[in-house]
């Protein structure tokens, strides 16, 4: 190889020369084309990542921020070359590779010393369309085939041998894939146990021992089916389920970060979805309504709470660009989350690792949401919020003059504070302000301003301490003047809600990297593409609109049956709540990380059962609450656990720990002190203030623990990102920062402290202690049947009898002791 | 180490791991074993617990631990060729730190006159002092200190570390933090959570007065015998339940997680009870002073804890807002002078009983706050948040005693010379406590998440 290049520079005669110089210019011209082409969208213009501009020779012989890219001469150890080789990671361009030609004139440019023909007057357009060739992030067909992106199949039953226990479509599914592992089903559960699985798990509290006996007399073949049905129809239904809800959508009523402030109207729209359940508004109205409530259904004063959604992540209290692509970034991911079972974080800043999700989708849905501004929208007629407004002005005025009294009735403190102060500044400040304005240096004129504008800025607490006793009571009383006026204020109802600035939607941008300062291509809204093979049309807004309906058309994709994703992660959550377990168990994530459906057919059969049924869920809930494999007995039998011992196949039903907020409602309700009221503001029950000692700005007003308003569902327990109840957090509360799709169900000793010890739960044993006896009289055996029926909805064995007994009558405090005991068991916790 | 998967059948015990008694473990055998129970980092570290002592607010690092006499030289002036924007108000002039300076021990560390008592330490002191961080604002800076990042939603790094070494004392808690008496520090509990983790590696709020843990006792009324004979009654009733489905794990934890409150009821009392202390140790910790025994108190109880096994102990100095917090806006001689003087003695004696006792080798001591101080003044005495340079200083836990590493610029408001990034300071934490932090992962949402995010590298000057 030396010999012949020697050789070859020998044989060169002057002509040969002057055409290897030709040939050098040749070679720069083609690299700075195909760099230009593929390169230096974001090594040169519009973007300079990694500080490296492949524009001009001199830029590409300096390298880029981590160090040279080009060892002249030498191809072989260039990092340029090896990159685009694929030789080293990470390769360039990203995503694809240059064709085999381009790469070797690469090899040979660098080889001949970096001729170049450095790119000046590349067009905008040209560097924006390099840009946005690589932010091209193609699915194939192969990709679109994914089980989660196909449409759903409606496939026919298996048909079955023993065909005597199913009893609907959802167990010849189950019953064949038992069979193919020589399983079998469980017996079904006895009626006591099966009222109190369908009280649990429809309403949320244990059944009453009327409504037990009532089940129990009725001996007619539905009468479960009616039971399930009535619940159904209970208010209390919808304040079970809209939990579920609320943890998805990672709802709370304050904003979180440093001030965590409270958001007096959030719960407008957890009523929303308690309301949403209760009326069994189909699914894909109600998140239509939440996406885009204001353009679809203008007027419509449910789907303008709706719009609460798109409010409820956290808000940092400082607002710059950054922090409001992060809250979009909220946004996005819990939609598509949430709504569509992906994970699309990682597409924030590079195309999804492991699914067909381009970083381009995640930039395209984000321009749905990029438009919309905060907003509190009011909840009354033109006329009334004149009035209120009025109103509100009126009382401002008599306030006036009261303010000025207090500030006079301060000044003679304040001066003396200043003239301290001004004694007490150091040597130079005192220097700065003597010193005339024009004269002054420029660290003089700071320190001079500074002093003018602090000196006399006060903290009203240092204020009152030095302020003589008979001005403070002055002062006291005008400012309890102040407070009655302001208590007169009229209140103006408003809801959290979303607007945006016009039909034109503001530009929003492809972030390379994810960052702000790396702008890439103008997006345009658009869907996910592995789920969507097309262009999903966004509608034009009419003529008169104030938004720009980016969202209506999102909205609109989220809810159509051409959605393989949402009707489908939405049945799966259904059947989760239910059995504990999905038929995908990683419910939000339907991509390649998480798990594969252990019933596809049936999975898909759900899917187009729930579109074909008008997205009804109540329809969901009957077809799974009435099949066999619902209401199989949970017990475990030695077949069951030696073949699938995670219960994957249903060969029993689940048993599963109640949530906090279920343990919390059947306490209430067992110990008889449950206020049932539906909606409405939300409560505050007692927390340690040791737990929330932290600012003036961060505050929890709970009341007492016999306080009766508190006696609510847990469903309307404020919730407060910094300061979660005690009782709730410990019983796997989500975080509410991020979407949570399955709560955790962890047990640990502080749980078992709080039911042991909190002062909550003795209150209430104390309750439920004072209705045995109101109920049952002083009879001990009759306290036992009574509490047997009240707490487990059945009655005590012999032995659990024996020992109640035993227990109850060994010392005073007996009966009270039995009750806690009756929260405390697992069986009270777990629904059958 | 991979990531670690829950199954619905694995137990999650936030103070507990063990199981306790024979037969219940003999029960459980298939099942994984307790997220909570020790194991091994990727490699041997000397380091086995933490104590974090944050000086909520921001300390000012130019009147603590990095002197700069130019801005004697220099006072009422501005900075050549820089604008300083303060995160509030109007910019001052170059504001002279307000005590001296003097070297201390054979490393000849500086320290001024606030930290006369921990300065005869200095030579078990490891400083960085080109610190910086993201925010100037204090809730995403001390997320970003205690979390890495400055949103919410993500793990602590108490709750890494338990989560990685799980904890030696299934009677306690991992994870406990102290607050302040004058409040807790803006953003809340978010500051020690769990984030995306399991709740069973959360930190656990101590009282450092009363019980230390919010029900921990019993009603008054509520005798230990009366417990026990209450407990025993609800065993029977679970025992008939439980015999239906006897291989249930998640039933018979829920048993044995009352057992192990029951015990915790006496175990936690007995580790915060520092009357046991001598009065000498309490002297060193300066209980005898009215000022330093707050702090005090809470540094001899993290040293108990430690000493029975708990993993990480976080003290927040400071609470609430303005000056209850180190938050030195308006007066920076009184809030200091207040602050230094509460955690000077507690924190030189912590670190003199340690060594005493042998345990510094593996007590990882860390002293910070969320951000430093400006050297520029503001409402002409106090100074307004840095994030651009500050302080943090190690002891123990396998660090190189007085070491000195990075500087900020000649008046101290850039990290200059080697800059460190938050992720710099938890991938040696991590390190130090037998982490490669890049490995350290936990999947979630689709990606396999870190303490240090993408970046961070070990500070390796200071890591003995």
Known sequence: MFLSKVSLVIVLSGAALLAQRGDREALGQRASKILAANCVGCHGAPLINAGLDLRKRETILRGG????????????????????????????????????????????????????????????????????????????????????????????????????????????????????????????????????????????????????????????????????????????????????????????DSGGFEYDRDRENAWRYRDYVIRSFNNDKPYDRFLKEQIAGDELYPGDKDATTALGYLRLGVENNIKTEQTRIDELDDVV????????????????????????????????????????????KPLVTDAELKRIKEETARIEELQKPLRKQIREIEQPTRDKFIARRRAALPEYMRVALATPVEKRTDGQKLNAI?????????????????????????????????????????????????????REAPASYFLHRGSLSQKGSIMQPGVLSAAFDGEWKFPAPPENATTSFRRAGFAEWLGSAENPLTPRVMVNRMWMYHFGEGIVRTPSNFGKMGERPTHPELLDWLTTEFVQNGWSMKHIH???????????????????????????????????????????????????????????????????????????????????????????????????????????????????????????????????????????????????????????????DKQIRLAYDIALSREPSATEFASARQFINSYPQGLVDFAHAMFNINEFVYIP | MSQRFFSRRELLWKAGGGIGGLAL???????????????????????????????????????????????????????????????????????????????????????????????????????????????????????????????????????????????????????????????????????????????????????????????????????????????DFMGKLNAEHHQKNPQDTELAARIESYELAFRMQTAAVDAVDIDKESEATKKLYGLDQEISSYVGRQALMARRLVERGVRMVQIYSGGGNFNDSWDAHWDLKENHTQHCTETDKPIAGLLKDLKSRGMLDSTLVIWHGEFGRLPISQRMSGRDHNPYGFTVWMAGGGTKGGTIVGATDEFGLEAVDKPKKINDLHATILHLMGFDHTRLTYMHNGRFMRLTDVEGEVIKEIVA
């Open chain 1, 65 to 252: 921020d981590k160090g040279s890219v080009v060892e002249v001469g030498s191809a072989a150890i260039s990092k340029l070359y090896k990159r685009v080789a694929h030789e080293e990671e990470p390769s360039m361009p990203p995503g694809r590779k240059l064709s085999d030609g381009d790469i070797a004139t690469l090899r040979a440019w660098i080889n001949a010393g970096v001729p170049y023909e450095d790119i000046l007057d590349q067009k905008e357009e040209e560097s924006r369309a390099a840009l946005s060739k690589l932010e091209e992030r193609p699915i194939t067909p192969n990709e679109r085939n994914w089980w989660a992106f196909k449409k759903p199949v409606r496939h026919d039953a298996p048909k079955i041998a023993s065909a005597a226990w199913p009893k609907t479509t959802i167990d010849q599914f189950i019953l064949a894939s038992l069979d193919r592992k020589g399983l079998k089903p469980s017996p079904e559960a006895s009626k006591n146990t099966l009222i109190r699985r369908a009280y649990l798990d429809l309403v949320g509290i244990p059944p009453t021992p009327a409504e037990v006996k009532e089940f129990l007399a009725d001996t007619r073949s539905d009468a479960y089916d009616k039971l399930v049905d009535k619940l159904l129809d209970s208010p209390h239904y919808g304040e079970r389920w809209a939990r579920h809800w609320l943890d998805l959508v990672r709802y709370s």
């Open chain 1, 622 to 780: 009957r077809l799974i609450m009435k099949s066999a494999a619902y209401k199989q007995s949970s017990d475990d039998n030695d077949a069951g656990v030696k073949a699938d011992s995670d219960n994957r196949l249903l060969w029993r039903m689940a048993r599963r720990r109640v949530e906090g907020e279920i343990i919390r409602d059947s306490i209430l309700a067992t110990a008889g002190t449950l206020d049932r009221s539906v909606g409405g503001q939300s409560i505050f029950p007692y927390i340690d203030p040791s737990l929330f000692q932290s600012s003036s700005k961060r505050t929890w007003n709970g009341r007492a623990n016999s306080d009766p308003a508190t006696f609510r569902r847990s469903v309307y327990i404020f919730s407060k990102r910094t300061i979660p109840l005690p009782m709730m957090e410990v019983f796997d509360r989500p975080d509410t920062m991020s979407s949570c799709a399955r709560r955790n169900r962890s047990t640990v000793a502080p749980q078992a402290l709080i039911m042991m010890n909190n002062d909550f739960v003795s209150v209430q044993a104390k309750h439920f202690a004072q209705r045995l006896e109101r109920e049952a009289g002083s009879d001990t």
């Open chain 2, 25 to 231: 473990a003999n029960m459980l055998q298939g099942a994984s074993t307790s997220p909570l129970a020790p194991k091994a980092g990727h490699f041997a570290a000397k380091a086995k617990s933490i104590i974090s002592i944050f000086c909520y607010g921001g300390v000012s690092h130019m009147d603590t631990f990095d002197p700069k006499p130019m801005l004697a030289k220099r006072a009422g002036e501005t900075i050549p060729g820089k604008k300083v924007v303060p995160s509030q108000g109007t910019p001052g002039g170059l504001m002279p730190s307000l005590w001296d300076f003097k070297k201390y021990g054979q490393s000849g560390l500086d320290v001024s006159d606030l930290f006369p008592h921990v300065a005869t330490c200095a030579d078990d002191l490891a400083v960085v002092r080109s610190m910086h961080t993201i925010s100037n604002d204090h809730a995403p800076a001390l997320y970003q200190m205690n979390t890495g990042s400055i949103q919410t939603g993500f793990p602590s790094m108490g709750t890494w570390v338990t989560y990685g070494l799980g904890t030696e004392n299934q009677s306690l808690p991992a994870f406990v933090v102290f607050t302040d008496p004058r409040g807790g520090p803006i953003g809340g509990a978010p500051n020690w959570g769990n984030g995306f983790m399991p709740t069973a590696f959360q930190g656990t709020q101590f009282r450092p007065t009363g019980d230390p843990i919010v029900d921990l006792k019993p009603p008054q009324d509520m005798t230990p015998e009366r417990q026990r004979k209450w407990l």
């Open chain 1, 450 to 502: 500074q002093v003018e504008r602090s000196i006399e800025n006060i903290r009203e607490e240092e204020l009152l301490a030095e302020m003589p006793l008979n001005a403070l009571t002055k002062r006291e009383l005008i400012v309890a003047q102040i407070a009655d006026l302001d208590k007169q204020k009229p209140k103006l109802e408003t809801a959290m809600v979303v607007k945006e600035n016009g």
């Open chain 1, 333 to 376: 991911v819990t939609t598509a989350n949430g709504m569509l079972g992906v994970t699309v974080g990682c597409a924030r800043c590079h195309n999804h690792k492991f699914d067909p999700i381009a970083q381009k989708d995640y930039y395209r849905m984000q321009a749905v949401f990029f438009p919309t501004r905060a907003e509190e």
